[in-house]
């Protein structure tokens, strides 16, 4: 498998998005934004179609797009009372956007295809390149704050009371995770970028009781799913998305239930 | 004894709502006070001037130069899900690689409040008195010698109560510590704190614990 340099590219590529939805991913089922992080992913669908449109690559449109959006749906998610509402129609706009630019460019149904489902095989060099130095800038910036980040994420108030400025992290962890969206989505899909960010960090949560037993857990399931995806993938032919969505739901449940039979013993 | 915190005409606003209206008092070094009132008297407003969230109005407040205050909020977000042990909660303000100093320090927090056999219990599985118990020693970690503690007994139970009072008696005891205490609960504040600051209708007034006769409830 490894003599084909696509294979190569794309284990390689896999391996970076895996670690930094696995560190984003934590902090993001700690801070409730799972809904947040669908959401970016749908503006950056936008983005990405956008691209297409002007003739660019669809992470450099999917990067700008989600950047912005981080910005403008972060601040009505702390803000707005009525949020789920506003966002939902926030994502509504631009998946309704994003259809409107793949149709106005004219592309081929294949794009349309790899911008919301994935296209990991057949990344480029050039691509893995892009891919790794965004995924290093991303842990840079979650190891820049970490510490007022694991305050403020797992004691908002506590973090609060101890003057730590949220309003000022919160926006350095909606940047990194505009990025982790716009990466994850290489790999996985605008549409099942979710699945890379939410489902290893929640099977975590079960399983770690500090910090850095969750990180550990959470990049660890995320590099089990993306490897076993892409060898099975290879496999059977099969997409590595529906391998990787059924390895990590798998794993939660099992783990999900593991605990409730516990609780209930 | 000197001085731990000096309030001089203190007055808090919001809109046109005056909360209270050029308050004094002071507080000794070392002693245990019990901050009353009714509901909406701006008890909780004035902790937050006191700990630096809001600004007063007008008017200031003044702390001994070796003053470090320690403060423990009335709410948390912990629900049965919370995934954190006991000790990584305590240690959440704390660096990621930790060293043997900050290591031997949270131990010894967590054999003070009580809480070494229950470090690895996860918070969400806490019961309140362990939760208010790691709240308390969270705030413990940053080594205060002035401790303010909002409404921190509201809801537990008798037996969790009384641990928690003891430990607050044991670190006024012990420590020297000043302790500030917000509570609603007069029959618990007469049995563990000695003086009381009774703030109603925009005034303060301050006396001994046991010459407090004033019923809110």
Redesign the interface.
């Known amino acids: 498998m490894f003599v084909y340099e696509f294979m190569r590219n794309a284990f390689w590529a896999a391996t970076f998005i895996a670690i930094t939805c696995g560190v984003v991913g934590v902090y993001v089922v700690a801070r409730n934004f799972s809904f947040l992080a669908h959401t970016l992913s749908e503006i950056g669908f936008a983005g990405a179609a956008f691209a297409i449109l002007m003739g660019l690559k669809p992470l450099t449109g999917m990067l700008i797009f989600a950047l912005l959006g981080s910005i403008g749906v972060g601040e009505l998610s702390m803000q707005t009372e009525q949020k789920e509402s506003s966002i939902s129609a926030i994502s509504a706009f631009f998946v309704g956007l994003g259809i409107l630019f793949l149709s106005l460019s004219s592309s081929s149904s294949s794009y349309a295809t790899n911008i919301l489902f994935g296209s990991i095989i057949g990344v480029s060099r050039s691509s893995v390149y892009q891919l790794v130095g965004l995924s290093v800038v991303v842990l840079l910036i979650i190891f820049a704050i970490?510490?007022p980040l694991?305050?403020d994420s797992?004691?908002?108030?506590?973090?609060?009371?101890?003057?730590i400025n949220t309003g000022f992290i919160g926006v350095v962890f909606l940047v990194a995770l505009a990025m982790a969206v716009s990466i994850g989505s290489q790999m996985v899909g605008s549409m099942l970028v979710f699945v890379l960010l939410t489902m290893p960090s929640s099977t975590a949560?079960?399983l770690?009781?500090?910090?850095?037993s969750?990180l550990a857990w959470s990049v660890g399931l995320a590099l089990l799913g993306v490897w076993a995806g892409l060898c099975l993938g290879y496999i059977t032919n099969w997409p590595v998305t529906f391998f990787i969505s059924v390895i990590e739901v798998t794993a939660y449940l099992l783990v999900y239930f593991t605990q409730a039979i516990k609780k209930r013993a | 004894m000197s001085k731990a915190l000096q309030v001089v005409d203190l007055s808090m606003k919001f809109d046109d709502q005056e909360i209270f209206k050029k308050i004094n008092f002071s507080l000794e070094t070392g002693s245990m006070t019990a901050l009353l009132g009714p509901n909406g008297a701006g008890k909780t407003t004035l902790v937050r001037i006191l700990i630096g969230m809001l600004s007063p109005s007008h008017g200031y407040f003044e702390l001994a130069d070796d003053v470090k205050v320690g403060y423990v909020p009335q709410f948390r977000n912990i629900d049965p899900d919370y995934p954190l042990s006991i000790k990584s909660f305590i240690e959440l303000n704390t660096p990621f690689w930790k060293s043997q100093k900050v290591k031997d320090q949270v131990n010894h927090i967590l054999q003070e409040t009580h809480l070494k056999g229950l470090a690895d219990t996860r918070m969400g599985e806490a019961s309140g008195g362990q939760k208010q118990r790691a709240y308390l020693a969270q705030a413990l970690l940053d080594q205060p010698n002035f401790i303010i503690l909002d409404e921190a007994t509201a809801s537990l139970d008798p037996k969790a109560k009384e641990e928690l009072m003891s430990l607050i008696a044991h670190l006024n005891h012990e420590h020297k510590m000043t302790v500030l205490f917000v509570t609603h609960d007069i029959p618990l504040a007469k049995r563990y704190m000695k003086d009381y600051l009774y703030l109603s209708d925009g005034t303060v007034s301050q006396g001994k614990m046991e010459d407090f006769k004033e019923s809110f409830n």
Request: charged share 20%; aromatic share 14%.
């Open positions: 970490q510490r694991n305050y797992f004691d908002h108030i506590g973090a609060a009371a101890h003057h949560r079960y770690g009781k500090s910090i850095p969750m």
